[in-house]
């Protein structure tokens, strides 16, 4: 039997992007049959796959240590992570020999029949005759078998080898699909995915994370107080913040379409630490309660309040996929009382409050096209938040971030974005300076110049309240959609 394998798990085989597969799909360079796709075409247009791939190897062995630590303590004389790395891989290889093997021999047994009825002893043949011609014919068949392929074993052992670490999980109706590794949770998996899963308190109280099991396995990792009903529990209803998955799973779940599915919220979080890496630029990073997490989209923003201050308005500088560890930028305007009380009065721990999140300024999750960000000073705060979502996703072709600092201001995170540059081959960062905010607009030529035909990106901006307008409309000129411009003020 062909094999078939799912699009998600075929682009971890070979290590390249979903859209890179797509890209070879629509080019006519891969079949695909119902959304999965041979392994045999897979190998035939990634020949060089090879499953000695040592980083497959390092993160199987960072997957196990996890789900070893988060599991179950082994014993002592249990092999160490990278021998039960090793061990399985040989058994995945063990398993393609034995298929291929299999597969050879019910061919073989298909022949012999048909040869049976060929050899029916004609007038005159003795059955000794037709005996010997049978022996003579299935000792040449034995050998003449078909020897085994090194390759397509390799990629056999290696698609059973990444089956065995790291379940995978498909959303309907969406389609959307990640890998569960470890001991995650289905909820954890998906936030880190970059999934906009519906939940609530994250751990078993609120009942917003129910989901249907249409195919698969799943195993309860912790108890939870919400109580399913028996009618629920036989049509297969689980809370995903609760169960992991044992085999791939099809699960029916809500997600979060849009700003408009995603609830208010009020919550009271932990000051953790205040930098100032400029005179221009306050980071504040705060946690949320386990039990009360920030639900939100990359890319929105939020009221900060504390003792009785004037709210402070601040996009979200953070991925969704840690919903717990938040992160703001915020402009240091001078005699602001909110900036004025976190840098002169608050310490650790402190409570501030957040109520939100608002916003439209999110990623277009089901575009094919490239991204371009551009941000002025703090505005990379939201533009961080959608690089590192788009990053989770892994969708888009190529990532280009302009970041320009106007007189006063640094590039304060340029290590991270430098860093971003040079782990991915797809990112692509630049810095730009200016003198005065107006300069912002003069720099739009260079942008262009660097990018090429605008048609082929989303853009996201997030600059300066008084430059929108004008950046907006010179993006138009240059040729960019409407639809695919999406405008920010820095908060
Ligand atoms: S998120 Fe509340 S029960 Fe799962």
Redesign the pocket.
């Known amino acids: 039997m062909p094999r078939l394998i799912t699009l998600s798990r075929a682009a971890r085989l070979v290590g390249v992007k979903r859209g890179a597969l797509q890209k070879k799909i629509r080019a006519g360079e891969l079949r695909t049959f119902e959304g999965e796709l041979l392994l045999s075409d897979l190998l035939h247009a990634y020949p060089q796959t090879q499953v000695e791939d040592t980083t497959m190897l390092e993160r199987v062995e960072q997957i196990m240590e996890q789900a070893v630590n988060k599991i179950v303590r082994p014993p002592d004389e249990a092999p160490d992570t990278h021998t039960q790395a090793a061990r399985i891989l040989a058994l995945g290889q063990e398993l393609a020999r034995a298929r291929h093997e299999a597969r050879r021999y019910s061919g073989l047994v298909e022949a012999l029949k048909k040869k049976f009825r060929e050899l029916a002893p004609e007038d005159g043949t003795t059955r000794d005759e037709a005996l010997s011609r049978l022996s003579d014919w299935f000792f040449q068949a034995l050998e003449a078998g078909e020897p085994a392929d090194e390759a397509s074993e390799d990629i056999v052992a290696k698609e059973a080898f990444l089956r065995v670490m790291a379940a995978q999980i498909r959303i309907l109706p969406s389609g959307h699909e990640f890998f569960i590794e470890g001991a995650d949770s289905i909820?954890e998996a998906g936030l880190r995915s970059g999934l906009a899963l519906s939940?609530?308190?994250?751990?078993?109280?609120?009942?917003?994370?129910k989901a249907k099991v249409v195919s698969g396995q799943v195993k309860k990792i912790c108890p939870?107080d919400?109580v399913l009903t028996e009618t629920e529990k036989g049509l297969g209803y689980i809370?995903?913040?609760?169960n992991t998955a044992v085999t791939d799973v099809v699960l029916e779940a809500d997600e979060a379409l849009g700003a408009r599915d995603i609830p208010h919220q009020e919550i009271d979080i932990r000051i953790k630490k205040v930098e100032r890496p400029d005179d221009r630029v306050v980071i504040l990073h705060a946690k949320t309660p386990r039990t009360n997490r920030l639900r939100f989209l990359a890319g929105q923003y939020l009221s900060l309040e504390a003792s009785g201050l004037p709210a402070m308005e601040c996009s979200i500088a953070s991925c969704p996929c840690d919903d717990m560890n938040l992160q703001f930028h915020l402009p240091a305007i001078s005699g602001n009382p909110f900036i004025e009380h976190l840098l002169n009065n608050t310490r650790q721990n402190d409570i501030i409050s957040i109520k939100g999140p608002r916003g439209e300024f999110v990623l277009n999750e089901e575009s094919p096209r490239s991204l371009l960000f551009i941000a002025c000073n703090a505005g990379f705060g939201p533009v961080k938040s959608l690089i590192e979502h788009a990053m989770a996703l892994d969708i888009a072709e190529h990532i280009h971030v302009f970041w320009i600092a106007t007189a006063g201001n640094s590039h304060y995170l340029g290590n991270l974005c430098r860093s971003w540059a040079d782990a991915l081959d797809n990112f692509h960062y630049t810095a730009l300076a200016t003198d005065t905010e107006s300069g912002v607009e003069d720099l739009l030529p260079n942008i262009v110049a660097d990018v090429g035909d605008l048609k082929t990106f989303d853009c996201y901006a997030c600059v300066p309240g008084p430059s929108l307008e004008y950046i907006e409309a010179s993006l138009r000129r240059y040729g960019l959609p409407a639809k695919q411009l999406h405008m920010e003020p820095v908060r």
Do not use: K, V
């Open positions: 909820l939940y609530g308190c994250s751990s078993g109280n609120c009942g917003l994370c939870h919400y809370l995903t913040c609760s």
